[in-house]
């Protein structure tokens, strides 16, 4: 709850009617689910102005309402706003950033703040699912982890809630600045830094310095947990004045995995010689997510056997080696994001499974590489070329780059399909699979490779 001059307060807007001591019980940001007594704040989006919608907050029952300046005469004429409080800022997105920061200074509990290139919402699930057996837990939902994301995941902490874990995301610098500030986290997790985002950073060590921004914000001699096996990421980390708690699988460090194998589809380690593990998942890069929310969980107290029994039981969200068994034929959905670290780490995933099985590979494009996506793209097909994967459909502007650095690494070409959309994937894929098959469709978000799978399981299951 608020008062009306608190949030005049935070973001040091100017009422310009109603009454300072009204009380406000939320905030929200979308007029569609508005409640009684919420103060909806009008955001301007790329595709939509929250502006526009102001009526319809109105008539669902806003208590009032967060503009910006420039829309203040036309909006203040509404007559269901006569009376009721209207805070006018510069800025409605940085001002949701700025209560949501007031809102985060009432509460003492330790926040874990999860950023880096690869495995961010994993290894924030990761650690909320450790830490959720003795304490209640606030995370974001899904990857609410953007300027929007984080302050409505920190609006939702209440007197209940003993610690927060909150992914943050960034595709441009002092992103993760900005959205530490508002967190005010005092331990961090850093899980890898790798090429993503190549189209708003120069290199690879600016994206390390990117991330590495949210140590800025940490008070003094607090915990920062961060991969050992990222040399980029450990030498910008140890510029900071932070205690360093390394985990890792090649170097010496706090957390160790030793050990790795994949037995009947669960993926075994050992952590320090001492503790065994086991993961429902496929994939080394989902042993270093465990081994970060295993440091955060024994930082913070959780029992080891405690955290064996939480994680053999972990289950990935959907879109993230998501597996759909169907018509003799198992589908591994990567759909969530995509770049050459995690593209790399999902092949290795698919051909870790040491079986007769045939290894397909559906690649959709990656996005946000800027100047370097020709290159990269002909760099994963290069890698792709010289392992076992049997087929290659590629779908996408850069799917004929993958397919020429197959081509170029010794892949036959008649194992290789070029596609313009998913009509075209889909008929190759009708053809060419049989029973036994493994599928792993792998793409950026925007590409939406998913709808391909549907479609696929979907005719199989018509076929069963």
Do not use: W
């Not at 870790?352 to 996005?367: A, N, P, T």
């Not at 994963?380 to 590629?394: H, M, P």
């Not at 397919?403 to 060419?432: F, P, Q, T, V």
């Amino acid at each position: 709850m608020f008062k009306v001059n608190e949030i005049i307060q935070a973001t040091r807007g100017r009422l310009a009617q109603g009454r300072t001591d009204a009380e406000i019980q939320q905030i929200t940001t979308d007029s569609r689910v508005v409640k009684r007594g919420q103060l909806f704040v009008a955001l301007k989006g790329e595709r939509f102005d929250g502006h526009d919608f102001v009526k319809d907050a109105l008539d669902n029952g806003a208590a009032g309402v967060l503009i910006e300046k420039k829309r203040l005469a036309e909006i203040i004429s509404l007559k269901k706003l006569i009376n009721k409080p209207t805070i006018v800022v510069k800025n409605t997105t940085v001002a949701l950033g700025q209560i949501a920061r007031f809102h985060r200074q009432k509460f003492e509990i330790p926040l874990i703040a999860v950023t880096g290139s690869n495995g961010k919402t994993t290894t924030k699930e990761m650690i909320a699912s450790l830490l959720s057996s003795d304490l209640d837990v606030l995370k974001n939902q899904d990857s609410y982890n953007n300027q929007i994301g984080v302050p409505l995941t920190l609006l939702k902490l209440t007197a209940s809630c003993e610690v927060a874990v909150v992914e943050m995301g960034m595709n441009h610098p002092r992103e993760v600045a900005y959205l530490a500030d508002i967190a005010l986290p005092n331990i961090a997790v850093l899980t890898n830094i790798g090429f993503a985002h190549l189209e708003f950073f120069k290199s690879i060590v600016d994206i390390a310095r990117a991330k590495c921004e949210l140590l800025q914000a940490l008070p003094k001699r607090s915990v920062a947990i961060v991969n050992a096996d990222d040399a980029n990421l450990m030498h910008e980390a140890k510029k900071y004045r932070v205690k360093l708690v390394t985990f890792g699988i090649d170097n010496n460090c706090a957390y160790r995995a030793s050990g790795i194998r994949t037995e009947n589809g669960i993926l075994k380690f050992t952590l320090n010689k001492k503790h065994e593990f086991a993961l429902q998942m496929l994939g080394a890069c989902n042993v270093y997510n465990a081994l970060a929310a295993i440091a955060t969980g024994d930082t913070l107290g959780v029992d080891f056997e405690d955290m064996q029994k939480k994680l053999v039981a972990f289950r990935l969200s959907k879109l993230r080696m998501q597996v759909i068994k169907t018509g003799g034929i198992e589908f591994i959905v990567d759909c969530y994001n995509a770049n050459p670290s995690s593209m790399e780490a999902a092949v290795s995933a698919l051909l870790s499974v040491r079986d007769k099985k045939r290894k397909i590979l559906v690649c959709g494009d990656m996005l946000e590489l800027g100047k370097y996506s020709r290159k990269h793209h002909k760099s994963i097909g290069s890698l792709i070329g010289r392992s076992c994967i049997d087929r290659l459909v590629t779908v996408g502007r850069y799917g004929p780059d993958v397919a020429c650095g197959a081509r170029d690494a010794g892949m036959d070409r008649e194992s290789i399909y070029s596609c313009k959309d998913y009509n075209a994937a889909i008929r190759i894929l009708k053809k060419e699979l049989k029973p036994g098959d493994e599928v792993l469709f792998k793409g950026s978000r925007r590409i939406r490779l998913e709808i391909i799978c549907e479609r696929l399981a979907n005719f199989y299951k018509q076929k069963a």
